[in-house]
């Protein structure tokens, strides 16, 4: 995958952009983080389309995926 400072740029604008539109969201995902959410740790996800369609999903955390967690919080 090729990035460049442009692309890179781009999503850092749009992620600032989603954190000023969902302000609880990131601060959820910090709590969630400063409380020992660790490799191993489930997250689920539900989403409610707006015809009411329920989809739901889990995830299980790697040391990776907190990792990058926290450095998209910080």
């Given at each position: 995958m090729n990035m460049n400072?442009?692309?890179?740029?781009?999503?850092?604008?749009?992620?600032e952009g989603f954190q000023s539109r969902h302000p609880k969201?990131?601060?959820?995902?910090?709590?969630?983080?400063?409380r020992g959410v660790t490799e191993g740790a489930v997250i689920e996800i539900s989403v409610k389309t707006p015809d009411g369609q329920v989809l739901?999903?889990?995830?299980?955390?790697?040391?990776?995926?907190?990792?990058?967690?926290?450095?998209?919080l910080s």
């Open positions: 400072i442009g692309m890179l740029m781009q999503l850092k604008t749009e992620l969201f990131p601060l959820f995902l910090k709590a969630a983080c400063d739901d999903s889990n995830l299980k955390l790697t040391a990776e995926d907190v990792d990058l967690i926290r450095k998209l």
